[in-house]
């Protein structure tokens, strides 16, 4: 349940900065979002504000976005990850509303050439061709289990635990697929409160995996980063790779990474990015996109 107060907050917050700025109001979701949206929008015209908490920060920016749609202040816009929205009913539509093309910013990433930019960087030529080959699809394939568990937790109110943890106890660093008996077995262990046997789950996933689900819309960016780092030390140790760190290819880092490595052309091919430009349209003259970076 989000706390009424710290809606109000941010809220307030917004009213303020109004009363001295005209322009446009995006709403994000957390300190990475706003690093990422910072880069295409005009800073002049448009003002990134960052909305996060716990339980759920994109709840927190849809309340806050739906007050101001009541005072039918129209100078916002938000954006959101788009999490199950494509799988499941969303909560909230409007026009106002903006989701990322796919589940979220972390897959948005990893769908674009920014991947291939950072693997050219840290793996050598000899063992490109057959890190890279396939690369996306491998991924998407290792990371479903947990997009299936993650979607049957929010079907089912499961509250399942999958923060901090360690990807290598249950994924293969050289094939970088998943063990399902070692992966029910951690997050078991992480989710104390509940009491799933092993072999529920096992068959939760069996009549999950038969709906033809696109893996961009279920699997979360986080895990498949989190995959991606363990396949990359096993290369990385393979070929002796003294110029990339350990500490380059930790989760955290790569997504740094990957954010710096993503162009505005990347970005001007997705919806994403054509819904911000409808929007503008639709809300002239106010404006989001920095006006270079326009086609």
């Not at 960052?50 to 849809?62: E, F, N």
């Not at 129209?74 to 788009?82: E, G, H, N, S």
């Not at 989701?99 to 793996?123: G, W």
Request: aromatic content about 8%; hydrophobic content about 40%.
């Amino acid at each position: 349940m989000i706390e009424f107060r710290t809606v109000a907050a941010d809220a307030n917050k917004i009213r303020i900065l109004r009363s001295t700025f005209s322009g446009t109001f995006l709403l994000v979701e957390g300190l990475s979002d706003r690093l990422f949206y910072k880069r295409f929008i005009e800073q002049s015209t448009c003002q990134i504000v960052t909305i996060s908490g716990k339980p759920s920060s994109k709840q927190k920016v849809i309340a806050v976005l739906r007050i101001f749609e009541a005072e039918n202040f129209r100078q916002i816009l938000a954006i959101v990850d788009a999490d199950f929205d494509r799988i499941l009913p969303p909560s909230y539509n409007s026009p106002n509303l903006l989701r990322t093309d796919t589940r979220d910013l972390e897959t948005l990433l990893l769908r674009s050439p920014a991947l291939d930019k950072i693997v050219t960087e840290f793996v050598s030529e000899e063992k490109m061709a057959q890190f890279q080959d396939n690369l996306r699809t491998k991924l998407l394939e290792a990371g479903k289990l947990m997009g299936y568990l993650r979607l049957i937790s929010e079907e089912e109110t499961l509250n399942l635990k999958f923060d901090n943890l360690t990807f290598s106890k249950f994924v293969n660093e050289q094939t970088m697929k998943i063990d399902e008996s070692k992966l029910i077995k951690a997050i078991q262990e992480k989710s104390t409160e509940y009491s799933l046997q092993k072999e529920e789950f096992q068959q939760k996933l069996k009549d999950k995996q038969k709906n033809n689900y696109d893996l961009w819309q279920l699997c979360c960016g986080h895990d498949l980063i989190a995959i991606l780092s363990v396949g990359l030390r096993k290369v990385l140790r393979k070929v002796n790779e003294s110029k990339v760190s350990r500490e380059e290819i930790k989760p955290d880092s790569l997504e740094r990474i990957l954010r710096l490595a993503y162009e505005v052309r990347f970005f001007q091919d997705t919806q994403l990015y054509t819904d911000i430009q409808e929007w503008e349209n639709i809300n002239s003259p106010l404006q989001v996109l920095q006006h270079e970076i326009q086609r």
